[in-house]
C-alpha cells in the first residue's frame, strides 16, 4: 500500500517561498508518476507540477513556470516542490498523488487517474 505524507505548508507573504515534501512509502514499481495538486476554496482540483519515474520528466502548469520547481531524493523517497515568488493566487490546499504505471503529462492533468493520494497541507500567501 503506498502512502504518501505531505507538509511543509504554511503562511507566506507575497513574493516569499515556501517548501512542500511529500514522503512516499510502499511505492515499488518503475513506472509511476507522481505529482502535485492544489485546489482552493470553490475551484476545481488543479495540477501544478509532476514527475514520470520512467524517463525522469517534470511538467508544470502554465500558472506556475518559472517559480516553481519539483525536484526528487530518492535516498528519502520524498519529492519536494520549492514554491517561489508566492501570489495570493497560489492560496489553496497542496495535495501529493501517485499515479501507478503513469508516464506521461496527464500526471499534470488527470488527476482522476491518480491511485494515490496524501493528505493536504494548507498554503496561504498574504498580499
Known amino acids: 500500500e503506498v502512502q504518501l505524507q505531505a507538509s511543509g505548508g504554511g503562511l507566506a507573504q507575497a513574493g516569499g517561498s515556501l517548501r512542500l515534501s511529500c514522503a512516499a512509502s510502499?511505492?515499488?514499481?518503475?513506472?509511476?508518476?507522481i505529482g502535485w495538486f492544489r485546489q482552493a476554496p470553490g475551484k476545481e482540483r488543479e495540477g501544478v507540477s509532476c514527475f514520470t519515474n520512467r524517463d525522469g520528466r517534470k511538467y508544470y502548469a502554465d500558472s506556475v513556470k518559472g517559480r516553481f520547481t519539483f525536484s526528487t531524493d530518492n535516498a528519502k523517497n520524498t519529492v519536494y516542490l520549492q514554491m517561489n515568488s508566492l501570489k495570493p493566487e497560489d492560496t489553496a490546499v497542496y495535495y501529493c498523488?501517485?499515479?501507478?504505471?503513469?508516464?506521461?503529462?496527464?500526471?499534470?492533468?488527470?488527476?482522476?487517474?491518480?491511485?494515490?493520494w496524501g493528505k493536504g497541507t494548507q498554503v496561504t500567501v498574504s498580499s
Open positions: 498523488a501517485v499515479e501507478r504505471g503513469g508516464w506521461s503529462s496527464s500526471c499534470l492533468w488527470d488527476y482522476y487517474a491518480m491511485n494515490y
Open positions: 510502499g511505492l515499488t514499481e518503475d513506472d509511476y508518476a
